[in-house]
């Protein structure tokens, strides 16, 4: 089965820490942009990040949403297929549901849902609460 399968949400504390990864099955992510979003309840889903595929002129290019800047990082490991999101000082206003998408796009743009025609994961919850 081909899919995106993302996981490592959960409970935390104001000012925790979480890694949430996002892993292809099915084929490998290593061409593929990848997108973090999320959507918290009542409002619409946003991205937050995302890094473009590893070949082209900058593979690997990372770009991240103002709300997330400087607490938020994406990586991928190719030799796994997976790219992750650690979140760092995590406030009450990152709950959501994380969504991690796949496509194959030219150039280092990554960060518009539109682009994502592709694969989607299922998510994952993030709930941060005292």
């Known amino acids: 089965q081909v899919q995106l399968v993302e996981s490592g949400g959960g409970l935390v504390q104001p000012g925790g820490s979480l890694r949430l990864s996002c892993a292809s099955e099915?084929?490998?992510?290593?061409?593929?942009?990848i997108g973090w979003f999320r959507q918290a309840p009542g409002k619409e889903r946003e991205g937050i990040s995302c890094?473009?595929?590893?070949?082209?002129?900058?593979?690997?290019?990372?770009s991240y949403a103002d709300s997330v800047k400087g607490r938020f990082t994406i990586s991928r490991d190719n030799a796994r297929s997976a790219v992750y999101l650690q979140m760092t000082d995590l406030r009450v206003d990152d709950t959501a549901v994380y969504y991690c998408?796949?496509?194959?796009?030219?150039?280092?743009?990554?960060?518009?849902?539109?682009?994502?025609?592709?694969?989607w994961g299922q998510g994952t919850q993030v709930t941060v609460s005292s």
């Open positions: 890094i473009s595929g590893s070949k082209g002129a900058s593979p690997g290019t990372t």
């Open positions: 998408a796949a496509d194959l796009l030219p150039g280092t743009r990554c960060d518009s849902e539109s682009q994502y025609r592709g694969f």
């Open positions: 099915g084929f490998s992510l290593y061409y593929y942009s």
